[in-house]
């Protein structure tokens, strides 16, 4: 009897051990993982932009980025003023754990129709885990290297579940657009810790400047 108890309770330490690996990884490692994956994307943009690859959207011919890969940064200043997260083309597992995700076939950066973007709220980097912090009003300043893109945010954060798809439609029908615009969605899990349901907001396109006109108003302190 003695050594079935002993058993069991050893049995017990060890699940209980790897729950707290388990949860240790997910908190802290995954989180190192990231913060070292989207500083490292961003860092390749800049060493990319500095020897003048970048092209401005305005006249190039609309075209999808490679699966995968960074081609924009972001920055929200109600987030933090060190707040900035490279933008990812697709949005699958493995792209949301090295950035922000751009959903492919929604509009391209700055152009007609809707620019929708997903994060995660925890885990990898939690990079939108303040996301319930953003109000009407607040910019949302994106860079392609060439241009800078200020949004300013009109509705949200609006909470909804994960089937409700038309969010990131072209005119999404719950912002209170009537038109065709230059719009932009950002989605994120709620709860903090869960996925049941979805928080949106939606933005329009403010302004525009080149990068050689210096930061936009929205990021000076």
């Not at 997910?26 to 390749?44: E, H, K």
Request: charge should be positive.
């Amino acid at each position: 009897m003695r050594v079935i108890v002993r058993t069991v309770s050893e049995l017990c330490i060890t699940v209980g051990a790897l729950i707290v690996l388990f949860v240790a990884y997910v908190l802290f490692w995954t989180g190192v993982r990231a913060d070292s994956a989207m500083n490292d994307q961003i860092d390749q943009l800049h060493r990319q932009w500095s020897k003048g690859s970048a092209r401005p959207v305005a006249v190039t011919k609309p075209e999808r980025h490679r699966y995968g890969s960074a081609f924009a940064i972001m920055y929200i200043p109600r987030l933090g003023f060190t707040w900035n997260k490279p933008v990812l083309e697709g949005t699958g597992r493995d792209v949301l754990a090295r950035g922000l995700a751009h959903y492919r076939g929604t509009a391209r950066l700055g152009q007609t129709g809707n620019f929708a973007v997903a994060g995660h709220r925890r885990t990898y980097g939690d990079p939108f885990l303040d996301f319930p912090k953003l109000r009407p009003g607040d910019a949302v300043v994106l860079t392609d290297g060439t241009t800078w893109f200020t949004y300013r945010i009109d509705k949200g954060p609006y909470k909804t579940v994960p089937t409700d798809v038309e969010v990131i439609d072209p005119v999404p029908r719950k912002s209170g657009y009537t038109r065709p615009g230059r719009y932009l969605t950002l989605t994120t899990c709620d709860p903090e810790w869960g996925h049941s349901h979805r928080l949106i907001v939606w933005a329009h396109l403010d302004s525009t400047q080149s990068v050689e006109a210096g930061e936009p108003a929205a990021l000076r302190r």
